[in-house]
């Protein structure tokens, strides 16, 4: 069951869009040797924003 979740958002300097976006992607693999997060989602609200959302059990 989720209990914790936690959104942060990230706004790109200009000229590094691209960089974000790349660690963004990079990122999932990360997650994945999580066991504990139960969700994650790397996303692009618009040109130059975006934003990391995770969900886990509990505050561990």
Known sequence: M??????VR???KPGKEEDVE???KGGLSLV???PA???WFGIR?????FGIFDAFPDDA
């Open 45 to 49: 609200l618009g040109p130059s924003t």
């Open 2 to 7: 989720v209990k914790v979740a936690l959104f």
């Open 22 to 24: 790349t660690f963004l």
């Open 37 to 39: 997060t139960t969700a």
């Open 32 to 34: 994945m040797d999580e």
């Open 10 to 12: 990230l706004e790109a």
